[in-house]
């Protein structure tokens, strides 16, 4: 605002620069001069002078108006910009800018919007006005959403989360685990001795319907460097956060990722240079596939003062360069915030630059083959004219978790819960969780897992199980059928299909995985291997069960197995004994065409003579209907 009245009374200048000046001339240019030695209080003086001898000089009431808003008198600004505007519309358009900020602070819509359109409508349309142009339409259509925001309410019943998980200080920036057993946060600690505050982890379980008391989280993610904004990947297993101001970073805040040990955290690993900038970087999200990260940065090249990016992890444990999520999420403001649902379907974050109610407002856009559709503002009154962040979104969707500074808090941002209505709801999400183990000694094992959509062969989701315990945690969106697969090294691999079409989201599923070792006399059904209906021809929903049989192979060169065919008893002994041989050679063809060594694979048809369930279902039938290596050598 200072350097626009330093402009003003500069324009006012020139106006006159080829003229003879006029004593109020000298006088506004003697004002100016006080002005820019920072004597405002005589500028003002001498202003007031002018204005009383000269009713009808407009430059010193433009300049009073200028001056008391960058005071915040909003009253005395007014009162000398509507009288120039009054007087002359086109004096100069700037003044219905400002006018249209006073008009906003006053929740004085229609008024600040006329305002605006005043600016519209008598403004020059050229190059040189393009850039203020567009900041007006934009601030005009904002308005516009605001009174309609505000005419449409949403369901909104905010409740707070109560005295366990929030006190006197900030709580904000919360993630929790897919079970929704675990709550952590950051807070921010009281000043002491003068000294900034810092923020810090804390942690609250569930027990029952009832949070219990939090507490600063233990161990290695606490440290001497100020630390927040955490993310929990959905199974718990890893913890994202930002550590600021630490030995070795890239910038002045960096990402770091730390591993769950059984009860222990790892010593936290900078995400390195394809992440980190020179600048800052907070505020991560991990996609439940566990590859997809989105976090904020305010480094140089964005689209505006901070933006969203998103960085992939790599098989060999190290992150894609960070790529901006672009101008459908990004914009000239602030996007914060972000939060990636487990469906990963639905990106929620908040911006002060989007259409919203005013600071920062929450926003969610759908994500669909990797591109963002357009943002839809979460609504009002869940988004106000204060800033609103940090939400997170319940697996199920039904419910929200965002920090608020509502009439109940305890003091600063407490965390609140409040139901989501329909509209701004994503898929809903179960998941499954169990434990990997042998199969022979029960003990756990660290074993890599896979999950795949069988309608397009995408990963949904992947990860490591926990080698303390052998715990895996996997979230998956309800409304579609998946292939499951677990490996570990000197283990046969396990698979498994299983439909989530009907599932109800707020049912979990309990599996135990035994995997086998690798020994002679071994077999393993493979349960993704799909045929055409009475063919040997091989659905495309069968390669990746197939790839992962290959990794085994080529992993183990000494290996040598059969491959068997079975089929239920539908049909003559003849027809089956044929149907199951053509299948075991296809798979054999397959494994032959990817470069596994024939005489590494024998193929050979059981028809029914070998069912593993009895053939009285459906359901049993397509038991018996299956694929079957053994391990004939090694």
């Known amino acids: 605002m200072l350097s626009r009245l330093c402009l003003v009374f500069s324009m006012i200048l020139l106006s006159f620069a080829c003229f003879s000046q006029s004593k109020a001339d000298k006088d506004f240019e003697k004002a100016r001069n006080y002005f820019i030695e920072g004597k405002d209080d005589r500028a003002e003086e001498l202003l007031q002078k002018i204005k009383s001898k000269n009713p009808d000089y407009y ?174 990947s959905p199974d718990g297993r890893y913890i994202y956060f930002a550590r600021c101001g630490a030995p070795g970073g890239w910038g002045s805040c960096d990402i770091y990722r730390s591993e769950r040990k059984g009860a222990f955290w790892s010593e ?31 480094r140089k090249g964005g689209e505006g003062e901070s933006d969203i990016y998103y960085s992939y992890l790599k098989d060999d444990g190290t992150w894609t360069k960070a790529k901006n999520c672009g101008a459908v999420i990004n914009t000239p403001g602030k996007e914060m915030s972000p939060f990636i649902h487990p469906s990963n379907q639905m990106l929620y974050f908040s911006s002060d630059y989007h259409c919203g109610m005013g600071g920062l407002d929450i926003f969610f856009a759908k994500l669909e083959n990797g591109k963002f559709s357009a943002p839809f503002n979460i609504g009002y009154p869940i988004n106000t004219e204060a800033d609103e962040s940090s939400l997170i979104v319940s697996p199920q969707g039904d419910y929200a978790i965002y920090a608020s500074k509502q009439k109940d808090c305890r003091g600063g941002l407490d965390l609140y819960r409040f139901s989501l209505y329909e509209q701004a709801r994503p898929i809903a999400v ?63 691999f396990h698979s498994e299909s299983f439909s989530l079409s009907d599932a109800d989201a707020s049912m979990p599923y309990a599996r135990n995985i035994d995997l086998e070792r690798i020994n002679i006399g071994k077999s393993l059904v493979l349960k993704n291997i799909f045929f055409e209906t009475g063919s040997s021809k091989l659905l495309k929903e069968s390669f990746a069960e197939l790839n992962t049989l290959i990794v085994l192979l080529m992993e183990n060169p000494g290996l040598r197995v059969e491959i068997g065919g079975h089929t239920d008893n539908v049909g003559n002994a003849e027809y089956n004994m044929t149907l199951s041989q053509q299948r075991a050679d296809a798979v054999k063809n397959y494994l032959v065409e990817k470069g596994i060594a024939a005489n590494r694979l024998v193929s050979k048809g059981y028809g029914f003579s070998n069912p593993i369930a009895d053939n009285d279902t459906e359901q049993n039938r397509a038991k018996n209907r299956r694929t079957e290596i053994k391990i004939i050598g090694k």
């Open 59 to 232: 430059p010193a009431y433009l300049a009073l108006g200028e001056m008391y808003f960058a005071k915040g008198n909003f009253d005395a600004s007014k009162h000398n910009l509507l009288y120039v505007v009054r007087n002359d519309e086109k004096y100069d358009l700037n003044a219905y800018r400002t006018l249209a900020n006073i008009y906003e602070r006053e929740k004085k819509l229609d008024s600040a919007l006329a305002c605006l359109e005043s600016y519209l409508r008598f403004v020059v349309d050229n190059e040189r006005n393009r850039k203020k142009i567009d900041e007006v339409s934009h601030k005009a259509d904002c308005i516009r959403f605001r009174k309609q925001a505000m005419l449409n309410p949403v369901e909104f019943n905010p409740q707070n989360m109560g005295v366990n998980v929030n006190s006197e200080n900030d709580e904000y920036l919360a993630t929790m685990t897919a079970d929704q057993s675990a709550l952590l946060f950051t807070r921010q600690t009281p000043v002491v001795s003068g000294k900034r505050p810092e923020e810090g982890f804390f942690i609250s379980y569930k027990s029952g319907e009832q949070w219990q008391k939090a507490e600063m989280l233990p161990g290695v993610l606490n440290s001497g460097y100020n630390e927040g904004a955490a993310c929990l």
């Open 268 to 298: 936290p690993e900078n995400l390195g240079a394809n992440v980190n900038s020179e600048s800052w970087d907070s505020q991560p999200s991990i996609a439940s596939d566990g590859r997809t990260l989105f976090f904020v940065s305010n």
């Open 430 to 492: 179960t998941y499954v969780k169990g434990l990997i183990r042998d199969s022979q000694t029960k003990k756990p094992v660290n074993a890599k897992f896979e999950i795949r959509n069988l309608e397009n062969g995408r990963i949904v989701s992947s990860g490591i199980s926990d080698k303390v315990n052998g715990e895996y945690l996997i979230c998956l969106p309800v409304g579609a059928d998946y292939a499951f697969s677990a490996t570990a090294e000197g283990y046969l």
